[in-house]
T-cell receptor, first 111, second 114 residues
Framework: RKEVEQDPGPFNVPEGATVAFNCTYS??????FFWYRQDCRKEPKLLMS???SGNEDGRFTAQLNRASQYISLLIRDSKLSDSATYLC????????????FGGGTRLMVKP | DAMVIQNPRYQVTQFGKPVTLSCSQT?????MYWYQQKSSQAPKLLFH???????NEADTPDNFQSRRPNTSFCFLDIRSPGLGDAAMYLC?????????????FGPGTRLTVT
């Protein structure tokens, strides 16, 4: 079983839609959680950290459920520019202080 | 203001011909990482340097080596590239190794092996 699992998608949504991604992690000792965004042929860029209380940044909301070991990302009012791969990333656990990446969920926002 | 710089952005090498990829940083971070990312896959950590201390991942092939001559620079050497080594190679840095430390990625070097 992979340490961080995501639905690879693609999620095809129209502009303006709300879309949610989920991610599960296997190691309960994991300590920090992030969502990264990666555009095609570019490097991953930090989108947001995920806090236990949940956090919001504009149209993006991240939630963490430690009991169920899943992380979610909600994107409201999708824009064409949101099209990218979203990587769920976990720190701590088996990898110590290193990052463990999920395989990514691809989002395509259509006009 | 580039913070993590990778050169070259695209590299073509021949099967078995040694190749070196370069990374530099202007952040004065203690930790530098090298990841390999193949198409449609997650980045996979190869190794990292904590200051001068080299830390290899258990499943990183011996074909991959690294050097960090100073704080700013880190190199990835592939001694005998195979076709399976074609990938994007990402360099990243962080101030420290603690869980609160964000990693900053460079733009990557896309390696083609012919």
């Amino acid at each position: 079983r992979k340490e961080v699992e995501q639905d690879p998608g693609p999620f095809n949504v129209p502009e303006g839609a709300t879309v949610a991604f989920n991610c599960t992690y296997s190691n309960s000792a994991s300590q920090s959680f992030f969502w990264y965004r990666q555009d095609c042929r570019k490097e991953p860029k930090l989108l947001m950290s995920v806090y236990s209380s949940g956090n919001e940044d504009g149209r993006f909301t991240a939630q963490l459920n430690r009991a169920s070991q899943y992380i979610s990302l909600l994107i409201r009012d999708s824009k064409l520019s949101d099209s990218a791969t979203y990587l769920c990333v976990v720190k701590g656990g088996n990898a110590g202080n290193m990052l463990t990446f999920g395989g990514g969920t691809r989002l395509m926002v259509k006009p | 203001d580039a913070m993590v710089i990778q050169n070259p952005r695209y590299q073509v090498t021949q099967f078995g011909k040694p190749v070196t990829l370069s990374c530099s940083q202007t952040l004065n971070h203690n930790v530098m990482y090298w990841y390999q990312q193949k198409s449609s896959q997650a980045p996979k950590l190869l190794f990292h340097y904590y200051d001068k201390d080299f830390n290899n991942e258990a499943d990183t092939p011996d074909n991959f080596q690294s050097r960090r001559p100073n704080t700013s620079f880190c190199f990835l050497d592939i001694r005998s590239p195979g076709l399976g080594d074609a990938a994007m190679y990402l360099c990243a840095t962080s101030r420290d190794r603690g869980t609160i430390n964000e990693q900053y990625f460079g733009p990557g070097t896309r390696l083609t092996v012919t």
